[in-house]
């Protein structure tokens, strides 16, 4: 019996343990520009060295990057289920859907690259040697890829006779100049996938540019009385009913299953917009009209009252103090020789004016647990008040 009761004790225990280890949250702080992670206890889980951080969509992971120019340093993703971070090459917060699931666009040290479900942690590999991805809808994704290097054929060079002048050999003659392209009129390998794990592609073009393309939607003309009927439009601005591909100029226009309408040829048109000439041989070509910009159409506006801040920030002569407003009282809760600033997310920030330095964290709004290691709220004379 004693046996029983020791066993059943420890079951709870390790039941209870189990409990508190699921309920531990880790927290994103930054240090003086630069962002790390802690858990709620105040441990730093992930020292403050990287520039900017992410969470991914299911709050599973924190994606942590350098600079881009920051010679290769590595981007480290935290898995907060494992407890446990790991670098990779490239690693893209809830990059592309596939079948309706977020999944990341990863290159990991070694260079294999693959698209990752964060939550079942299967993977998809590329074909082509992909280096950018985006969705274009729930039926397609686009990706930018570099194409594989064909051994260029070698050229024999015709043997100049054997001269000499003066008893010396001429120097070998100047080399031709040619004629490059610059970086922004270069064109780019562009591969269309059907969005599936077999990532199967659809279309291969190259490009300097490519537009989604919509049917404008038909307005409303006034009855005979004068009236005009409202139609609320329900449409996915995430879709699309044309995609045009344009290279210096060369234009090719497909439908939204990627069948070609017709290639033609026009002005060159900006990174963002299409010119007024290729939108007008579209609208002929696809016996369509087409709007002129893509965008969301306005939203309501919202009576919802706004909700007071639960915190504002005091001074006293060179002292910045964090108060809290709960239940109508003012209560001081932790001082700062540098200048406070509290935003409703229960975060605050500490700006160090005179070295150009920002520090900001997470607050618990009813504890006031800071979540940010207990070291560099000391070299930032940070004091928690009773």
Known sequence: MMNFR???ISIFALLSIAKIAAQQSFYPFTYEDKDGLTDDKGNEIVAPIYDY????????????????????????CFDVTKKQGKEYKTFYQDEVTIQKVQHHFVEELNGKKYLLNSETEETIPFKE?????NDLNDDYIIAKYFPKETKAPKITLEQAPFMKVKGKIPPPPSPKKVVGTSIEDREENYVIYSSTSALKPVL??????YFLLNKEIAVNKPDGNGNVEVQIIG?????????????????Q??????????????????????????LKKCEIFSTSKIEKRRG?????????????PKFTIERDNDIYYLVSKNNGENKKILSSPYKLEYSREGRLRIE????????SFKFNETTFQLYIPQKYLQVLNVKLLN
């Open 53 to 76: 951080w992410s969470e991914s969509e299911n709050e599973k992971l924190f994606i942590f990057k350098p600079k881009y120019d920051s010679n290769g340093k590595a981007t480290l």
């Open 204 to 209: 291969k073009t190259e490009a300097n540019n």
């Open 6 to 8: 020791k066993i059943t």
């Open 352 to 359: 160090d004016q005179k070295a150009d330095k920002t520090t």
């Open 296 to 308: 969301a159409y306005p939203t309501m506006a919202s009576d919802r009252e706004i909700e007071k």
């Open 129 to 133: 040697d992909v280096y950018t991805v």
């Open 235 to 251: 449409r996915n601005l995430d879709d699309f009913d044309f995609v045009l591909f344009e290279n210096q100029g060369a234009y």
């Open 253 to 278: 226009l497909y439908d939204k299953n990627f069948k070609l309408i017709k290639k033609f040829t026009s002005k060159p048109s900006s990174e963002y917009e299409v010119n007024e000439d290729a």
